[in-house]
């Protein structure tokens, strides 16, 4: 605190639209259009909510700028509305948060506690959830235990989400081909190209706050709660735990024509030196950027492997260099941040013989994750859905994956074997967003037919439709803070602006009848058990193939094809609350041990407060003051 | 005719995209139909006539009864046969097309009524709505413009509203409509009803709105009708509706109609009253950033009568307070939402658009139904979008998007047809600048299963055309490949294995085999036959560059080229995949014989599959590893030292040249005219593949692990090169 030392005028008014300084750091005149971020603080009864612990109120409010057209955009003077090429998909602001300790060794409670948690309701139950379908899977896999173990120690030390008791079935572990050498001295790879020296024609600009390594070393907080957001055609990098201008980015790349669609940050490499950041673009782009040292590489190169857009992209759990991505034809590609491009043709198509059959599923793996070409991109390509995937999400455990996508599908994958279990259907319209309860039993789905369903995992079946929102399900999320092992509270945020907050309890989900009458104990389709640790053989409620209803129909692939349940006989739950909390469509929403962050469309992160005194005991933060 | 021409575009768009519309509800459920009741619909051209005319329609169902126009329309071609001729005006806004157009219509209403002559209809819009869709149908030109002249003509004469200048509302119009031709059908069939036309214009407000939250706009309307201003109408569809379902349920209101029950429960004496109202659309108001969805509950949500409102209960007997709420009963076939985009905003005394984001989505179900509907989870889809484009409710310009069966979505916008892309029909939400917002939906019901065969259809559409386009490419390609081959494998000189003297006839044999298979993928109709390849592989995927980009004279941006370089490798690798497939099937002995390889565990066999017989005997050693690379990693033959690094072109040139590849003439053909340049660069890489398989095979044969490090090392130098390669045919380009 003392320490702190004013910054520099700041490059940018902290508030206000008013023109910016005309000059850039890298010299290139900026066009005199350009607006910095805004920050707000707005108080009120309309800037905050009430739920049973009590009431949430707005932090603050950060508005990003949306950066001009790029100049070589002709402007759109007169818009037809009929024009009729199809624009590039765009997104509204995403974020991805990372925290990163500047000094180490303290460990904050809530760190614990959401580790606790994690570990009681997450891996234990997990663990329990998904034991019937692991246990269907046999696992060969499990020789490549210790070969990342190298790489992996530096980072995964602060993460939560550790994955040292799945290293055995890890993705792709079972291919040694994809094995990476440990690095010199545990350092970590950066991408290539200096984005801010980079000529190349897709990166616009880049922005460096003046005073970004001093501020990097004085934020004087234990720790930096780091957000990376993209509006339009720039990607921010703020820092949320700064005392001051915490709208002023440390750094705005501006790219030329693509957008960023969505990111994701790698927990497991994060160190106060590296961030390892995906992007997925409009355009197909995917660009590996490491913000401190502002290095960066782009694969897909203009759609080289697949030129669809980027819709969603996440960073394989447990692993260094992989990531998926979702792109808008259906399929999901697995890269390497560090592999080259080349030419994508399918590898093979079926079994030995049926080289023409195509599985009914429309799941096949074009390129898998097992095959020992692994010189370039992708590592593996998946053909999941025949319309756009616009989000996936792993299982806590990581060897599934629920997929959801525009022909209102969701798909569950087991990551591990490349293999489609479950195919579900949204009441109607697409699906747009999932995400899986902390303890890995339930999947939570939203999508335009203003619903949110919840799936079980473990039952194979719909639980329940939860009817609230006005518009469309555009996030949801789990709040791990207010799990407990009886009640899940998630948040879901829509297009209508407005955020609703939910609590289901299992007791009043569970159908206890029908589960009953139906657990087949064991494994169904191959009956290896397998021989790990993890392996529980005692009753634990095995995946069921039929479910109630007639029309549950399972394929040659053992696809199973669940229908629409009718809405008499399913059960609606309703939200503990709404609240419009920002005029524009929501984009996202995260929930934090102090705080919720929603997003806009229109570039709006709001950060709010948890109620003071929760239930839950959570110490109070140091930094978390205003 | 100036008139007319001069008449706002509304009414042509509304009579364009109308009879579209009323036609899609029956081709969809023709075809959907089809399946299930084929015999209904072969037997319906007989039935058809008598039913229609006679106003039977007892035992049709909706699905046929909608089959009206369809129908009537596949069963008069004889009679309108006349008319296709003068109906090929092309695609332009000329007056002359019109006027030809509208001339041709003329003739076709003689023709219509004097070959039915059972109908002995009166010129009634239901008559001319009939000619405008015959004559459409029947017309054998895909394109041209049909005018509506005639229509409007009877329109203006059976209507005052419409006789004047003003834009039109198209849900008003949309209403009139329906309800013109259901009672144009029951004049004739000689139902006793005939005054319920006059009775529902005189008795316009009497009866209330069949949307509670409208009432209060009835009256303005009713006073608005004759000024032809109103926005917002319900109220002549819904009483002339309700009057008339009591004593027919005609075609039209099998398809269209749908009924509403209102609960209103006294809050006094908590009795529930019901009371079914019939409803061809449903108005729903709508609020800021809201879906369909959630205005649709919004209308069934409940609604409180008070004060002035007060609800006339028969049991406590007197004026109380009630909640009244409205519920579907009865789902239609095709249920018309009119978002009411148009308010009256009392402040100003004036209608006034609302540009609320308000997002439709592909498919609905209702949520508002009542516990005792009929199959309450009925599907629908969207199938056609009402655009107004405008600022104001009381001008502006509509147009129409169809989801038509053949060609996907179709933008209707007077006289020009567009084809759309899916994602277009998004566009209209409301928030997007312009002006345009959606303002009428309509929405069929189908099932999912339905709709995953369409999914189906539409994939192997794009396939189709994909494969097409490949195909064109591919031809472009084998064209120069043979030839070249030659040189290269007799160039080089290498010692090639006899087995590579395959290899040229293979890539010939595409030649002429591929377009064999192009006919076929081409088909519109039928399931097309799952084409070789499945289309998301394809590297390329917007059509349209592509296509030209490989014969673009214009001089390429590097990074243009770049990509192009790496498309038409993307296709070349497709173009063998296919003849891959092919030579498969060809040689299944072939692949047989290769069982003992593929036993090596590896479930690839391509390879083998690929490979002629005379090859598939040799002894192949390496293993999976290899024969997987074949597709991305070319490997030089052996004995050829690969010089790497060496950033000299040589370098390249040798490294290509280590495979049969004639990079040399690549590279020079690279530097010959650009126009070449764009495709022939691409040879090379792909070459090397196809060629190096054998090579590989011959040369590698029995070396197992250690050919695997080699392999590795080499595929790296390889990949060096390759981009030296690219490197330098852009700085050639």
Redesign the interface.
Known sequence: MAMFVLPPPPRYPPTGFSLASPYAMGGAPMPPMETSNTIAHPTGPEHAFHTGEGQYTLREEIHLATPPPHPSETP?TS????A?Q??PPSAGTRISTIIIKTVPGTNRTSQIYRNTVLAQNGEAEAEHASEPRTSESTEEDSTDGGSKSGTDTAGASTVATSTTHLMNDKFGGENAVLTHAPTKDNKKRKPKNNIQKSNS?FVSRVIMHEALTKKLQESGASEDLFVFANINRAYHWLNLSAKQNKQESLSKVLFTKSHPICHDVNQLTKSATHIDIIMGFSTGDIVWYEPMSSKYSRLNK???????AVLDIRWIPGSDNLFLAAHG???LVVYDKEK?D????????A??GE??R?PASGFFA?KSVN???Q??NPVAYW?VA??AINAFAFSPDHKHLAVVSE??RLCIINILKEQLLDVF?S????LLCVCWSPDGRYILTGG???LISIWSFVDRRIVARC?G????VADLAFDPWSCDARTYRFGSVG???RLLLWDFSVGMLSRPKAVAAKQPRGSVSSGTANGTSRTRPDGQPAGRLRSESVATKVDDDGVVYH??E???RTSNLLAIMSKVVDV??LCQLEFRDDCIITTCREGHIKTWDRPKSTTLSVVPEANSAQ | MLQCLYYSKQFREAVISYPRKSLQPGSPNGAINANSRISRISTEPAAQNGRAKAGVGAGVTAGTGNQGPLARRGSTPASAAVSPNPQKPEDKDSPEAKKKAALAAGPMLNVELGNSKNYGMEESLFTAMKDLFESIVSSESRTGVVSPLRFVEVLKMKNELFRSQMHQDAHEFFNYCLNEVIENVEDHAKVTNQSSSSSSSSSSSSNGSKDGSSSQLVPGEAASATDSTAAVSTSVSTQSESTMTLSNTGWVHDLFEGALTSETKCLTCENVSRRDEPFLDLSIDL?K???V??CL?NFSASEMLCERNKFHCDVCGGLQEAEKRMKIKRLPKVLALHLKRFKYMEELGRHQKLFH?V?Y?????L?NTTDDAED??R??ELYGVI?H?GGGPYHGHY?AIIKSEEHGWL?Y?DEIV?P??K??VR??FGD?????CAYVLFYQETT?EAVERE??M??ERAAAKKAKLNKTDAKADVKKKPSKEKVNGHANGHAIPVPLEDVPDVAGAEGPKTPTLGPQVKTPTGPPP?PA??P??L????PVPEATSPVSPVVKSK?ER??EH?EE??RE??RE?QAK?EE?EREKEAKHKNREE?ENGS????LS?FRPPSISKKPFGFS??QE??R???PVPPLPVPLPTGSPNPGDTSSSAAATPTPSTTSLLQSQSPLTASTAVPHEPAPRETFSERYVNGSAAGGHGHKEEKKH?EK??KH?RASKMLRKKLSILG
Not at chain 1, 342 to 349: D, K, Q
Not at chain 2, 603 to 606: D, K, L, N, Q
């Open positions: 759109i818009p037809n509305p009929l009729i199809p624009a024609s203009n759609g080289a492997i697949n030129n669809s034809d259906g399929s080259e080349a030419p994508f043709v399918p590898e093979e198509f079994e030995e080289t023409d195509k074009a095959s020992k070409i010189k370039f053909n025949k319309q022909d209102g259907n009441y109607y319209g697409g335009q037919d203003d009817s929102h006005h518009s469309w297009e209508d602006g229908p629409v009718p809405r008499a524009d469509p | 609020e950033h809201s879906s969805t959630s509950r984001r997002v989505p592909y498919h609905l179900r949520f309450p989870d599907l629908y655009i484009i147009v933008l916008d567009e759309v892309d994602s277009f566009n209209f997007k600048p312009g002006l345009a999912l999914n189906q539409e994939e799952v390849i499945p998301t592989y590297i390329p995927k917007s990074k770049e990509r790496r490798k993307a690798k497709e995949k497939k498969k593929k479930s690839s066999h391509g599959r999976k590893t997987r690379e597709e991305r990693e590795k595929e790296e990949h």
